[in-house]
């Protein structure tokens, strides 16, 4: 099956706080992506990457920046936190075939 | 552009049939998918159609898509507690590449033992 980790459950960090959400993915994917899920919202695309050092804005990536050095891993960055940023953070790639698979998320808070 | 709408709330008892149901807007929808969220985790691939077919079962699952009217639904039958969470609704002309998933907001379903 393939894998996709990222790197914490739970995250707290301060306003002005820079942030880097890791993922990870274990089956040679090209194609990886960044949401952000927030209550009564649904998933929001932020980020995403066809392959190593190349990315692309999705419909919200203000405030966000992302690294994809190496193709198994994709960073999400947050430059300056902020507290509209509180949400839940979830990394997909896609599985061979068809549909995406999507990491376990990350709660990230911004006090 | 493309867009997906599902109910938010579904309420139903232990033993009982769930039907979830999502409209989409795109003609040129190729795949269908349902997604299972639990709670504090991530979205997991629960089953998909592709747009030549009508209907798809896969055990206490059957889903039914009506291209003409744009409309899939999601049957659980027999549905138990261990089915309640969040199911969202998919749709992408193609899997991978430059073809991006297109989610709606997702339907909690409460299951009342």
């Known amino acids: 099956d393939v894998k996709v980790t990222q790197s914490s459950r739970y995250l707290v960090k301060r306003t002005g706080e820079k942030v880097f959400l890791e993922c990870v993915q274990d089956m040679d994917h090209e194609n990886m992506f960044w949401y952000r899920q927030d209550p009564g919202l649904g998933l929001r695309l932020i980020y995403f990457?066809?392959?190593?050092?190349?990315?692309e804005k999705g419909d919200i990536p203000e405030g966000y920046s992302v690294s994809r050095e190496k193709k198994e891993r994709f960073s999400l960055i947050l430059e300056s936190a902020s507290t509209n940023q509180t949400s839940m953070y979830l990394c997909?790639?896609?599985?061979?075939?068809?549909?995406?698979?999507f990491g376990s998320g990350t709660r990230l808070t911004v006090v | 552009g493309e867009d997906v709408e599902q109910s938010l709330f579904l309420s139903v008892r232990e033993g009982d049939s769930s039907v979830i149901n999502c409209t989409y807007t795109d003609s040129s929808s190729t795949y269908l998918y349902w997604y299972k969220q639990e709670p504090g985790a991530g979205l997991q691939l629960l089953t998909y159609?592709?747009?030549?077919?009508d209907m798809k079962q896969d055990q206490r699952l059957t889903v039914l898509l009506n291209k003409k009217d744009k409309h899939l639904s999601l049957r659980i039958a027999d549905t138990q507690t261990g089915d309640s969470a969040i199911y969202f609704c998919a749709e992408s002309e193609k899997p991978g590449g430059s073809y991006i998933p297109t989610f709606g907001r997702g339907t909690s379903l409460i299951v009342h033992p």
């Open positions: 990457s066809y392959d190593v050092k190349m990315k």
């Open positions: 159609i592709f747009s030549n077919m």
């Open positions: 997909a790639s896609i599985t061979a075939g068809v549909g995406y698979t």
